[in-house]
Structure formats: structure tokens, C-alpha cells
Nanobody, 114 residues
Framework: VQLQASGGGLVQAGGSLRLSCAGS????????MGWYRQVPGKGRELVAT???????NYADSVKGRFTISRDNAMSTVYLQMNSLEPADTAVYYC?????????WGQGTQVTVSS
């Protein structure tokens, strides 16, 4: 499984960005896809996940602002980020998990200016 993330960038506080992550390979084996983020000096933290059946899970810090969605036919997961805050600044990583295997995409930088 390979994951290709895109959509990061620089945005002012209160703005929006949409991240995309396209998967390829044996995507039929993947049950959960999601997004994590990391800032320098800290560990990678969960942002949001979505199962193949559409069940979602969000970090408390992003609930009501971020929306994760998934297109199983296209093997793609999206993260719509609204009302962005400077605290959302991080490198965002796409993640896929299934059949005991976990995969990571390359990170995409999101920077929110105040």
C-alpha cells in the first residue's frame, strides 16, 4: 500500500484547507484510514479516522471544525479543516490500517498564521 498526501499549505487563522490522501496497492485490505499530525519535539497525534463502513473518530481538539470522509471506490481519504487555528500548525500524515499492517504517507505541512 502506498499513500500520497496533498493539500497542505499556509492559511490565516479562521481559514480552511482540504487534505487528500490517495491510496494504491492492496487497498481492499485496508479497514481504517485517517490523519495524524506532528509538531517538532512532540509525538504524532491522532486527528481523525474513518472506517470502511464510515464510522468516524476525532480528536477533541478538532471536533466541530474538521471533517474526515472517505471514497472507498477511489481509495481516497479527505480531511476538511475549517476554522483553523495556529495550534493546528503541524505536519499532517495520512495513515491506513488493515489486516495487522499499518502504512504511512509522506507528511504535508499545514501552517496557520495568526
Amino acid at each position: 500500500v502506498q499513500l500520497q498526501a496533498s493539500g497542505g499549505g499556509l492559511v490565516q487563522a479562521g481559514g480552511s484547507l482540504r487534505l487528500s490522501c490517495a491510496g494504491s496497492g492492496i487497498m481492499f485490505s485496508i479497514n481504517v484510514m485517517g490523519w495524524y499530525r506532528q509538531v517538532p519535539g512532540k509525538g504524532r497525534e491522532l486527528v481523525a479516522t474513518v472506517t470502511r463502513g464510515g464510522n468516524t473518530n476525532y480528536a477533541d481538539s478538532v471536533k466541530g471544525r474538521f471533517t474526515i470522509s472517505r471514497d472507498n471506490a477511489m481509495s481516497t481519504v479527505y480531511l476538511q479543516m475549517n476554522s483553523l487555528e495556529p495550534a493546528d500548525t503541524a505536519v499532517y500524515y495520512c495513515n491506513a490500517y488493515g489486516m495487522g499492517n499499518e502504512y504511512w504517507g509522506q507528511g504535508t505541512q499545514v501552517t496557520v498564521s495568526s
